[in-house]
T-cell receptor, first 116, second 114 residues
Framework: AQSVTQPDIHITVSEGASLELRCNYSYGATPYLFWYVQSPGQGLQLLLKYFSGDTLVQGIKGFEAEFKRSQSSFNLRKPSVHWSDAAEYFCAVGALLTGGGNKLTFGTGTQLKVEL | EAGVTQSPTHLIKTRGQQATLRCSPISGHTSVYWYQQALGLGLQFLLWYDEGEERNRGNFPPRFSGRQFPNYSSELNVNALELEDSALYLC?????????????FGQGTRLTVV
């Protein structure tokens, strides 16, 4: 069965500093990988996804992530954090279901706090 | 283009009652997924509907059920509510078949069981 580990429950960075959120996954085949962001009381917004091809993927809001098969990792990065980036971030791995569906297994999330 | 919409935004029920949550997918999407986000348990897959049929379900008891209508909207029913059913219920939609790898989420329904 697939699983996702986000080892950092909370991270605090200063505005303008760089950010890296860690994600490790376990999946038997080539994974579909995602990063979502959730603001308090809100749904999930997709930041970026990896299906195949270039291992460095660009997303919205200046985020990027790098897929490293050898390390089973898909870390999220941003060169310069803005105060509005404060939110909870979820890494997820997708498992294809019979019939073409995609079941997401999420990590426990990383709460990002941005200090002004 | 409208996103995934869920109603109601908040729902308060008494233990033992039934709750009905609704979801309208993005136009052109035929798949609807339901996830539960409970405090301390994280985001867990509940159900997947596609083309009107339940295709897969997560590790939840049968009192969690639902359906998908011909217009692809979906309803999640939770019977015999228990206190631990209190959670944010998120609906997501995607295109069907092999194109259905990217899911878009709604804002969720906050269910509180008292």
């Amino acid at each position: 069965a697939q699983s996702v580990t986000q080892p950092d429950i909370h991270i605090t960075v200063s505005e303008g500093a760089s950010l890296e959120l860690r994600c490790n996954y376990s999946y038997g085949a080539t994974p579909y990988l995602f990063w979502y962001v959730q603001s308090p009381g809100q749904g999930l917004q997709l930041l970026l996804k990896y299906f195949s091809g270039d291992t460095l993927v660009q997303g919205i809001k200046g985020f990027e992530a790098e897929f490293k098969r050898s390390q089973s990792s898909f870390n999220l990065r941003k060169p310069s954090v803005h105060w509005s980036d404060a939110a909870e971030y979820f890494c997820a791995v997708g498992a294809l279901l019979t019939g073409g569906g995609n079941k997401l297994t999420f990590g426990t999330g990383t709460q990002l706090k941005v200090e002004l | 283009e409208a996103g995934v919409t869920q109603s109601p935004t908040h729902l308060i029920k008494t233990r033992g009652q039934q709750a009905t949550l609704r979801c309208s997918p993005i136009s052109g999407h035929t798949s609807v997924y339901w996830y539960q986000q409970a405090l301390g348990l994280g985001l867990q897959f509940l159900l997947w509907y596609d083309e009107g049929e339940e295709r897969n379900r997560g590790n939840f008891p049968p009192r969690f059920s639902g359906r998908q209508f011909p217009n692809y909207s979906s309803e999640l029913n939770v019977n015999a509510l228990e206190l631990e059913d209190s959670a944010l219920y998120l609906c997501a939609s995607s295109r069907g078949g092999s194109e259905g790898t990217e899911a878009f989420f709604g804002q969720g329904t906050r269910l509180t069981v008292v």
